[in-house]
Each structure stands twice: as C-alpha cells, then as structure tokens.
C-alpha cells in the first residue's frame, strides 16, 4: 500500500509564500514522477509542477517564475515553493506520483494524496 501525505497548506495574504511538502511512503518499487496539481471551486483539476526521476520540471505557465518544485534526495519528499501569491492561486493542492510497488514492479500507476488546501486572501 501506497500513502502520500501532504502537508504546509494555509492562510496567506496576496504577495505571500507558502511552502508545501508531500511524502510518499509504503511498498514502492520506484518513482517515475511526482507532480503537484490544484482543483479551484468550479474548475477542473490542473498540473501546477511536475518533477521526474531525473530532476527535470515543469511548470504551468501561469506558476512560472513564482513556484519551484524540488524533491529531497534520498527522500521520497517533494516540495513546492510558491511565491508571490495570487488570489487565483487560491484552490485544493492535491500530490500525485507515478510509481511501480514492490508487488507490481513493473505497471506504472498513479496515487494521490488526501490535498491541502491554500487559500489567498487579504
């Protein structure tokens, strides 16, 4: 079984920082990519950030410039830096991971975690 946990969702004023993480943990094989990806009241499920195995990333280009996504080493951990905060900023933030288990090591699919939500507002 396969769990991410993500976390450092909140309360911040236009212009602010947040900073979220997620930990992914249980019977993995591998992980080909991790991605972070937000869901406002009304809209569908976007891709903010996305990191492969091999570091590369890729961003949304309305996040461009202000987030940065990282992962630690040796840490099934990623993180995602978002700057200059925007009320369109404001929605669900859900971790994604596109992995092998230990049980299936060799079919690819997807986990989410629980979301954490970020709400922009003066």
């Known amino acids: 079984q396969v769990q991410l946990v993500e976390s450092g969702g909140g309360l911040v004023q236009p212009g602010g920082s947040l900073r979220l993480s997620c930990a992914a943990s249980?019977?993995?094989?591998?992980?080909?990519?991790m991605g972070w990806y937000r869901q406002a009241p009304g809209k569908e499920r976007e891709l903010v950030a996305s990191?492969?195995?091999?570091?590369?990333?890729n961003y949304a280009d309305s996040v461009k410039g202000r987030f940065t996504m990282s992962r630690e080493n040796g840490k099934n951990t990623v993180y995602l830096q978002m700057n200059s905060l925007s009320p369109e900023d404001t929605a669900v933030y859900y971790c994604?991971?596109?992995?092998?288990?230990?049980?299936?090591?060799?079919?690819?699919?997807?986990?989410w975690g629980q979301g954490t939500q970020v709400t922009v507002s003066s």
């Open positions: 994604n991971a596109r992995l092998t288990t230990v049980r299936l090591p060799t079919t690819m699919a997807n986990y």
């Open positions: 249980g019977s993995i094989f591998s992980i080909n990519a």
């Open positions: 990191i492969t195995s091999g570091s590369s990333t």
